[in-house]
């Protein structure tokens, strides 16, 4: 039963628009959440985060949002570069969740000149 | 500083053998993670530990798995008796503190069971 979800498993947008990834889920202790970048044969690299208490997070061409009643945080990147195509994985844990971060499967991001 | 570094990048081995990994986490950074990641899907937690002492073990890690940081810096991770459903990618990760969930990745060691 995943916890963490990412419905769309690939998504494509060309150069400039804007990218929007998805993330639902289910666990209500989750608290804290996180975004993280991985291109081929490196590690996920940290994007952004957003806690519980907060329904926006901005960095950059990056804002994650959070719709707590939902269960729902996306991540928006305007606008989209061809050096933002990677895999992007959503994560949460909690203060109560311990130290258990809990990653969807993933959402490959090509964006086309 | 060089990141989080792990040896050996891969590893192939016979069902049956152990096998060892390493994992050296960014200077100064008290916790470590480990995680095992499948094909299609996110890294899936296994450990972790604060400083020397390992805090948390998933039900994901067997008896056949074991992990140590002896000295607090760096890591192993042992799969004994290895089974070809232990192949995947083995992530380590580190961070600063525990009040930061900001976790610093490694490039993995992809393990593969024959």
């Known amino acids: 039963d995943q916890q963490v979800k990412q419905n769309s498993p690939s998504l494509s947008v060309q150069e400039g628009r804007i990218s929007i990834l998805n993330c639902d889920y289910t666990?209500?202790?989750?608290?804290?959440f996180l975004w993280y970048k991985k291109y081929p044969a490196e590690g996920p690299t940290f994007l952004i985060s957003?806690?519980?208490?907060?329904d926006k997070n901005e960095d950059g061409r990056f804002t994650v949002f959070l719709n707590k009643s939902a269960k729902h945080l996306s991540l928006h990147i305007v606008p989209s570069q061809p050096g933002d195509s990677a895999v992007y994985f959503c994560?949460?844990?909690?203060?109560?969740?311990?130290?258990?971060?809990?990653f969807g499967p993933g959402t490959r991001l090509s964006v086309l000149p | 500083d060089t990141g989080v570094s792990q040896d050996p990048r891969h590893k192939i081995t016979k069902r049956g053998q152990n096998v060892t990994f390493r994992c050296d986490p960014i200077s100064e950074h008290n916790r470590l993670y480990w995680y095992r990641q499948t094909l299609g899907q996110g890294p899936e937690f296994l450990t972790y530990?604060?400083?020397?002492?390992?805090?948390?073990k998933s039900r994901l890690l067997s008896d056949r798995f074991s992990a140590e940081r002896p000295k607090g810096s760096f890591s192993t991770l042992e799969i004994q008796r290895t089974e070809q459903g232990d192949s995947a990618m083995y992530l380590c990760?580190?961070?600063?503190?525990?009040?930061?969930?900001?976790?610093?990745f490694g490039p993995g060691t992809r393990l593969t069971v024959t």
């Open positions: 530990f604060q400083n020397e002492a390992q805090l948390e």
């Open positions: 957003i806690s519980s208490i907060k």
């Open positions: 990760a580190s961070s600063p503190s525990a009040v930061s969930y900001e976790q610093y």
């Open positions: 666990n209500s202790m989750f608290d804290y």
């Open positions: 994560a949460a844990s909690g203060r109560n969740y311990g130290q258990n971060f809990v």
